[in-house]
Structure formats: C-alpha cells, structure tokens
C-alpha cells in the first residue's frame, strides 16, 4: 500500500468515526473524539489497526455518548481499540509511560471540540519538551533493550519491520526525538525510509491474511512483485536499506543526545563552533569528527580516510555533511595508493567496535566506492546459511572488528586486517566464493600499494580461509596427511599464523555456536602441529650490514642530521658516537615533534652509531631536530614523564617475546604495542636504564600496531643471558603498559 492509499484509508476511517459521533449527539464543546498514531498499528493500541480517543473536560457529563458512539463503529466491521479519558487523565498517563506519551505527540483531530484537540497536543508537547533530559535516558534504555532482543533490521534473516533496531517503533522514536527540539535529524530521510517499511508492512499484511511485522523467506518474492522490485534479492535491499537508514539516523540522533545531556542546561551555547584540531584538514566539534577552515578536499585525497580512522579510533561520529562533502569535493587516491592511504585504512579496520558507525556512515553517504568499489558485491547480501546473524557486508565489518583484537598475535596486522575486509568479497555469484574472491583480493591490495609478497599473502588467505577449520573439524588429526594439507599450501609460519586469527575473527563474527571452546581447541591444536611441521619461528629482520660515510669532528654531545625527501615523507639520517641510550633520545626527539615513524634502522658503524628514520612529514627541519636533541641530551627535557602512561581501558596490551633462535651474535627482542608518539622511546629508554646496548633496531608501524624488533647486547658485547633477556622483556612490557 503506498502513502496515499493509506492516507485514503485514514480519510476513510476518520469519515466514519465523524459520522458516528454525529449521529449520537455528540457536543461541540467540552468534547473531542481524537486518533491516536493514525491508520496503522499505534504506541497505545498495538494489536488495533485504529486508535480512538474519546476526550473531555473534567467537568462534562459524557451520560450514554460514549456507548452510541462505539456500536456503530463495531457494527460498520472497523476494527478500533477504544477508550474515554478526561484531559487530566490523559496527562497523567503520558507522564507515567513514555510510549504512550510519544504517541499523543501524533494526536490528529476527528470531531467535536477542535479546541479541546489543541488543548491536549500542545499540553502533550509542551510537557514532551518540558521533561525531555528526564525522559530520554529511560527511553534510551528501553530502545537498547529492545535492540538487544529483536536484533537489526537491515542484517535479521527473518527481520521485524517494527520492533527490530531500524524499524517502525524507532522512527516513531526519532520522530519523538527531534519534536523535544534537543537535537535534530533528516526529516526527508526519516519521513522516505518510514514510509517504505509501512509499504512493505502493508504487503505483509495482505500476503499473510494477519497483522504480523515479520518478513518470512516466503514472503521475499511477494514483496518483490507487489512493490514492483527486480526479485528477491531486490526486495531484500530494498526493506534492509530502509532498516539500516533509520538505524545510522537513529544512532547518530543518540549520540548527539548524549552530548546535549552531558553539557550543563545553564551552558550556553557558543556562537561559533569550537574546533578541536586532530590532524591536518581534521577537526572535533561538538563529538563529531568535521572539516577544519583549512582543509581543500580537492588537493587532499588522504582526507576521507584520515577524517574516518581519527573518528572510528577516538569512537565519535564522522559527521555524514562532512562526509557527503568529501565525496562530492575529494580528490581520488591515486593507483596504487600512497603508504599514508593503506596505513590509515588499516587502522581504520583496526579501531574495534568504533568501526562500526563509521563504517555506516561511508555507506550512507556513497563514500565507499570511491575506494573499494568491489563492496557492492557484498552490500546487502544475505547469507546462504542460516547460522550467520548478519548480512555479508555486516558480517565483513564484524570480522574486522573480531580481528582487531588479535592483532598482536600475528606480525602483519595490516595483512590480516585487510583480508579480513576481503575474505567475503566473492560472494554473490554462483562460483564457490573463497576461489572467486582471489583474484578480487589480489587486485583490491594491489591497488592499495602493498608490496607482491604482501599481495599474494591477502590474496592466499582469502583463498583458504575456510581450509584450517573445515580441516580441523573433519580430519583426523593424528594423520600426517591433515598436517600437510594446511603445510602444502600456507607454507610459512607467518601465513599460518595469520590464517588462524583469521579463522578465529571469521567464527566470532558468524554467530557465538561457530566458535565453542571445542572448535576453538581442534583448531589451536592442528595450527600447533602445522606450525611444528613449518618449523618454529616468525620470520625477523637479518642483521643489517651497511657502510657510510661518518662526517669528521663528532662529539659526545654531537650528532650529524641530514634529511631528504621521499615519496609520503622524509628520510632522516642521524650519526653520532655509539652510546647506551642514544637511540632512546633520537626516539624522544621524533616523538616530541610529533614527528610519526614509519620505519628506522639502525646499527653500529666502528664507534659511531648510524641511524636511518623513515618519517611520515614531508616539512623535517634538521635544525630544529638537532636543537630538540641537545635539549634531550642536556636534560632539559624530560620525554619519559611526557609519554608514559598507564594502559586506557579496552587497549591491547603490549606483547614482549625474546626470540632466541633469530640471531647467534645477540638478543633479538620483539615488541609488539599500539601505535602512539614515544613507544621506541619508551623501550630504549628502559633498555638503557637496564644498561643494555641496542646494536640494531628495526621499527616498523603496520596500521594501529608498532611492531619493533631490537637486537640487543651487553656494554662489553655478547648476547644477554637468558635470565638477563627475561628480566629485559618484562621490564619492557612494564615500561609501555
């Protein structure tokens, strides 16, 4: 039924009810018969197709109007839920239940008294606004509740177009949101995507012969022909799109909710915006991630992924105007992606549950296919299996949200994080959807600028992502032939090791029965009897060789800077006598110029020490490096005090492992932790409180992680102790938590 057929229909019952009240004598003052909610199932009746109303003055003798009133409704067949309250009784109970508040927000005038109608709607409205800070926490509670339950309309596979997260009660919801004038939303948008859920609710009901808001399998092909829609799967984009329209609404009207709630209701509120900056062209403004005054989208293709991985990490809202201005206004990344790109991407996927409304936002606004257009294939697509909770592009975002929490368990987070975005991607067309995503995923990363190896890594574990749990669940694992099936085609243990968090962020993300502790544990032990046949050992940096020219004259205090342009950013170059603690103070000297390090090495040249920085600015000043140095080194300033901190709640912990079989001539201790200004300080700094020489270091950020290898010796020279390299990795750990 379209929005006019329904308006007719509510014409239609109205016209009926006016005649009733006609025809047995009812007043014109001091009484008014009011619908509540309009045609179709309201907040107070929600088993009654109408809701009426009959309204009056406490002092009013109603006498037998009320029963001449309703039995000519009944008698016509109209089906009604019916009731007689006076205006104090009506305010009473909007105070004591805010559903049913809400709905006398919709409160639309049948006969009798028009006065008294605009009486009760701008009572209700009035005391709707008046209590709005009181009454929105407990509807917040009851709507995430109800969420909780009914789950998310655009991913159910038998989704309810009312109760479910993006239905008809959360419109009505948003609808009741923006009358308390608190905060606002896209009326056009709301009013589209409500009226397409009560055209599908209308055909459900007609297919079914009942008032029921679930959409059953057998009710796809239906709705396709009734509403005109390609098919099936048309249908199903058509209802779910609907659904998740009104959920990204619905959650960015809350979340601004919550910031009205949080300021003061004395606070006045600045005439211009207060602009946080966050990075270049990125700016915070009332909890939502904007555009600053600077920012040209035009001579800036980063700006789109920087404005969402900044929102997703800091777990705010990236505003959709901002959004929708850099897709209409951003200038497209180039082919193949610059490092900055894919960095910010993969830490992007890597944010945790903050991925998830952004990740909404870049679909609502169309800025998804200006960089992985290949999502299309997945938008919207049900799952063939009913164990899955979510649509295939959910349960990609899923996934990655699954895989975030793993990465320090693998040492190419940025690998494992794309191909969990891509493990899925070929899905949708009649090839077994692991074979036809291959290719995909090669071409996907080869455009984000990833290396060959890197390439045909993502591109082996989209492949084979199903391979270590169907094996581990089928075969015996005692048999050598269940450990070379994985061996004969991963091949290393990176790539194994990969595959496993992979296979674990994959079943999490498909419902909690796809990954018990008895899968879990079948999976640990093929992947531990794999990783025993592929031998023992990630694979690490060679210790490096390597001869420059070391200018003349260096003191202790001195050290020689030179700086060259490269593509995304700088080479740094840094000589000075070999010391315990200069790479610490190197280190300090980068973070407090807030300088990112992409990648350093450094090793031991005679008595001096070299190091090569890898730096993501393109403006380094060696002046003001070396004058930052020498206030490091004079004490001047106090680096350590300025980036310790104690672990936020919900960060990964830092994980520090000594890897003995990496090197015979020293110590190599991996570290592993978030991505943030003074992580190699801070490890360099405790080393040389320990009095440990780094003879070579090897930083590398892949996405969120720092992933830095150190290749340690005493003073006097030699590997550490086994003891001493225990003491050494936990003091670390200890440093950066």
């Not at 509740?145 to 789950?151: N, P, S």
């Not at 090791?497 to 909690?512: G, N, Q, V, Y």
Request: with cysteine.
């Amino acid at each position: 039924m379209t929005a006019a057929a329904r308006a007719g229909r509510t014409a239609d019952a109205d016209e009926l009810c006016s005649a009733a009240y006609e025809k047995a004598g009812g007043p014109d003052t001091g009484v008014a018969l009011v619908a509540v909610g309009g045609y179709g199932r309201s907040e107070l009746a929600p088993y009654s197709d109408l809701d009426v109303v009959l309204v009056h003055d406490e002092d009013v003798d109603l006498g037998p109007l009320a029963e001449q009133l309703w039995y000519p409704i009944w008698d016509s067949g109209a089906r009604l839920d019916h009731s007689v309250r006076s205006l104090p009784e009506m305010v009473a109970a909007a105070d004591a239940d805010h559903r049913v508040a809400s709905g006398l927000l919709d409160v639309r005038h049948v006969a009798g008294d028009p006065h008294l109608t605009l009486r009760l709607r701008t009572t209700m409205l009035a005391n709707w606004r008046r209590g709005a800070r009181e009454r929105l926490p407990e509807i917040r509670r009851a709507s995430d509740a109800r969420h909780r339950l009914m789950g998310e309309l655009a991913h159910l596979s038998v989704p309810d177009v009312k109760e479910a997260e993006g239905g008809l009660r959360d419109a009505t919801t948003l609808r009741g949101l923006v009358a308390t004038w608190l905060v606002d939303v896209p009326h056009t948008e709301l009013e589209r995507s409500r009226q397409t859920l009560l055209d599908v609710r209308d055909v459900v009901h007609e297919a079914t012969g009942r008032a029921t808001d679930r959409i059953t399998p057998e009710t796809w092909p239906v709705l396709a022909e009734v509403l005109g829609l390609a098919g099936e799967r048309a249908a199903q984009v058509h209802v779910r799109e609907a659904g998740r329209r009104i959920t990204h609404l619905s959650r960015l009207a809350w979340r601004r909710v919550d910031g009205v709630l949080a300021r003061p209701v004395s606070a006045r509120t600045a005439r211009r915006p207060v602009l946080e900056p966050l990075g270049p062209g990125v700016a915070l403004s009332a909890g939502e991630v904007v555009l600053d005054g600077r920012a040209d989208p035009a001579a800036d293709p980063m700006l789109l992924l920087r404005a969402a991985t900044i929102a997703a990490e800091r777990g705010v809202v990236l505003a959709p105007p901002t959004a929708a201005r850099l897709v209409r206004e951003g200038a497209p990344l180039p082919d193949p992606w610059p490092e900055e790109a894919r960095q910010l991407l993969v830490r992007l996927l890597a944010s945790g549950r903050g991925l998830l409304e952004v990740w909404e936002t870049l679909e609502e606004t169309g800025a998804l296919a200006g960089f992985l257009p290949e999502w299309e294939r997945v938008r919207m697509l049900p799952h063939a299996s009913v164990i899955h909770r979510f649509t295939v592009d959910r349960h990609v975002v899923e996934t990655c949200i699954e895989a975030s929490a793993l990465i320090r368990s693998v040492r190419r987070p940025d690998v494992l994080m794309v191909a969990a975005l891509l493990h899925d991607i070929g899905k949708g067309g009649l090839t077994e959807h692991s074979v036809a995503g291959e290719p995909i995923a090669r071409a996907v990363a080869t455009r984000m600028g990833f290396d060959d190896e890197c390439v045909e890594l993502i591109a082996l574990l989209v492949r084979w992502h199903l391979l270590l749990a169907e094996t581990a669940t089928t075969r015996d694992p005692d048999d050598p032939a269940t450990v070379e099936i994985l061996t004969s085609r991963l091949r290393t243990p990176e790539a194994l090791a990969l595959l496993r968090a992979l296979t674990e962020a994959d079943a999490k993300a498909t419902a909690p029965k796809a990954w018990t502790s008895w899968r879990a544990g079948l999976v640990a032990d093929l992947a531990r009897r794999a990783h025993a046949a592929l031998d023992s050992g990630a694979t690490l940096p060679a210790f490096p060789v390597g001869e420059v020219a070391v200018p003349a004259g260096l003191t202790a205090a001195s050290v020689a800077i030179s700086v060259e342009p490269v593509a995304d950013g700088s080479r740094v170059t840094a000589i000075a006598l070999d010391r315990v603690g200069l790479l610490a103070d190197l280190a300090a000297t980068f973070a407090l110029l807030r300088l990112p390090i992409r990648a350093a090495r450094l090793w031991a040249q005679d008595d001096h020490s070299v190091s090569v920085w890898e730096v993501g600015s393109d403006t380094v000043d060696p002046a003001v490096l070396r004058t930052r140095y020498e206030a490091v080194v004079d004490g001047r300033v106090d680096p350590t005090a300025r980036f310790a901190r104690a672990l936020p709640e919900g960060e990964l912990a830092p994980t520090v492992v000594v890897r003995p079989e990496a090197s015979e001539h020293a110590t190599v201790l991996e570290v592993r932790a978030a991505d943030r200004p003074g992580v190699v300080h801070l490890v360099c700094a405790e080393l040389a409180r320990l009095d440990v020489a780094v003879r070579s270091a090897h930083v590398d950020t892949l996405g969120p992680q720092a992933v830095d290898v150190f290749y340690l010796q005493e003073p006097s020279a030699g590997a550490l102790s086994e003891i001493r390299a225990a003491e050494t990795a936990h003091a670390v750990r200890a440093a950066l938590s």
